[in-house]
C-alpha cells in the first residue's frame, strides 16, 4: 500500500499503467476506489494515479478544519506529484475533487495538461436546508458513528436519496467507502468545503483544455457546471443521460467512453 508523507501528512495513492499521466481525485467521503471502472480503460494506455485525500480513506486525518481547506488539498496533490516525478498531468477530479482541481490549476497552471471537473462548482451551492442537515449530521456522527450519520443523510439528503432509489445497488458500496473516512475528516472536510474560495471570476485564467461533466439528474451542480463551461475558455459540457451525482459510478461505460474520446483529442502529444 503506497504511502508518502506529503504536506505534514501520509497520503496513500495508487500508481497503475504507463504513458501520460492521470491523477483521478475522488469526492467527499470516498476513496480512490470509486475510480475502479475507469482504471482498467485508462490504465492500458496512461499512467494512472489515484489518490486517498486527506482525511479520507488510507490518509492521514488532521484534527483542525484548517488542515482540510482547499488549497490545502490542493497543495497535497501538488506535492504528492513532484513525489512521483509528474510535471504535467490530466487531472480528473470529482465533486470536492472538483475543487481541488480548480485550485490546482489556478494556483499551478503547469501541472494541468488537461481536466476533467465532473459534478463540482466554483462558486457556493444552494441546497435548501443542507446547512440544517450538517448541524445534525455532525451531531449523529459524533454520538452515535458514521453509520448512523450515513443511514440520516441518506433517508434526508435529496440528493443522496434520489442516487440510491435510482441506483441501489450503490448504496453499500457508498456506505462502505464512508465508512472508512475517518471522523475528523467527515467534520472538517464538510467545514471546510463550506468555507472554500469562490473561484468563478477567475476561471477565464484556466488555459487547460476542459471537459465538464455533470449527470442528467444531478440537479445541484446542473447550473454550476454550466458556469463551468462558460467561464473556462477551452472548455465543454457533456451531460451524462440518466446519471445522478457519480456518473463514473452510475453509467461507466458512458462516462468511460467520454473521457476516452475527449483524452484522443485533447491530450496528446509530450507533457
Known amino acids: ?3 508518502a508523507h506529503i504536506n505534514g501528512v501520509n497520503l496513500h495513492y495508487e500508481v497503475s499503467g504507463q ?10 467521503t470516498a476513496s480512490h476506489q470509486v475510480w475502479v471502472h ?5 490504465a492500458g494506455d496512461y499512467q494512472v494515479v489515484t489518490v486517498d485525500l486527506r482525511g479520507h480513506g488510507s490518509s492521514d486525518a488532521p484534527s483542525s478544519v484548517a488542515a482540510y481547506s482547499i488549497p490545502t488539498l490542493a497543495s497535497d496533490i501538488r506535492y504528492l506529484l513532484e513525489h512521483l516525478g509528474i510535471s504535467a498531468c490530466c487531472f480528473v477530479g470529482h465533486s470536492l475533487g472538483g475543487f481541488v482541481a480548480l485550485q490546482l490549476a489556478l494556483d499551478h497552471p503547469q501541472l494541468i495538461g488537461a481536466l476533467v471537473l465532473v459534478g463540482t462548482s466554483s462558486g457556493p451551492i444552494d441546497i435548501p436546508g443542507y446547512a440544517e442537515l450538517r448541524m445534525q449530521l455532525e451531531k449523529i456522527v459524533q454520538r452515535d458513528g458514521m453509520e448512523a450519520a450515513f443511514e440520516h443523510n441518506a433517508l434526508h439528503n435529496p440528493m443522496a436519496r434520489k442516487r440510491f432509489e435510482k441506483f441501489p445497488e450503490l448504496r453499500q458500496t457508498v456506505k462502505r467507502r464512508m465508512l472508512e473516512t475517518s471522523l475528523d475528516g467527515y467534520i472538517y472536510a464538510a467545514q471546510a468545503m463550506s468555507q472554500r474560495p469562490v473561484l468563478t471570476g477567475r476561471l477565464g485564467e484556466i488555459s487547460a483544455p476542459t471537459l465538464v461533466v455533470v449527470g442528467e439528474e444531478d440537479n445541484t451542480f446542473r447550473q454550476p457546471s454550466e458556469i463551468l463551461a462558460n467561464g473556462i475558455p477551452h472548455a465543454r459540457l457533456h451531460v451524462v443521460p440518466e446519471a445522478t451525482h457519480t456518473p ?3 453509467t461507466p461505460e458512458v462516462f ?8 484522443a483529442e485533447e491530450f496528446g502529444g509530450d507533457l
Open 19 to 28: 504513458g501520460r499521466a492521470i491523477v483521478l481525485c475522488h469526492g467527499y
Open 38 to 42: 475507469q482504471l482498467p480503460v485508462l
Open 256 to 263: 468511460n467512453k467520454m473521457i476516452t474520446g475527449f483524452l
Open 248 to 250: 463514473q459510478e452510475e
Open 1 to 3: 500500500m503506497p504511502r
